[in-house]
């Protein structure tokens, strides 16, 4: 049996400063607030997979993480030679 995930953290420095765009009349309404972020939201993505005795290395994805990416870069780069080392066993 095998696990995958994959987890985006967040690298910014949380101080609870945000800017709060409202529209003119609605200054009091929370309803009609946009919070903003005051820093740049750095982003990172990490794909593992474990098994019972064994884990592949970290997998550090950067930018956008479609479908055929996942294939090209991941599926087939890391999980299936992960996988071929366990010839003959059944998950």
């Known amino acids: 049996m095998v696990f ?3 987890s985006r953290f967040q690298m910014c420095p949380e101080d609870h400063r945000r800017r709060v765009w409202r529209r003119p009349g609605k200054r ?3 309803a009609f607030t946009i919070a903003r972020h005051t820093c740049p939201q750095l982003e990172i993505m990490v794909w593992d997979v474990i098994s019972f005795n064994s884990r592949t290395a970290l997998v ?3 930018g956008t993480l479609a ?3 996942c294939i090209d870069d991941i599926l087939r780069t890391v999980l299936l030679p992960f996988l071929l080392q366990y010839l003959g066993l059944i998950f």
Do not use: G, M, T, V
């Open 28 to 30: 009091a309404d929370p």
């Open 4 to 6: 995958s995930e994959e």
């Open 67 to 69: 479908a055929q990416r």
């Open 60 to 62: 550090i994805i950067r």
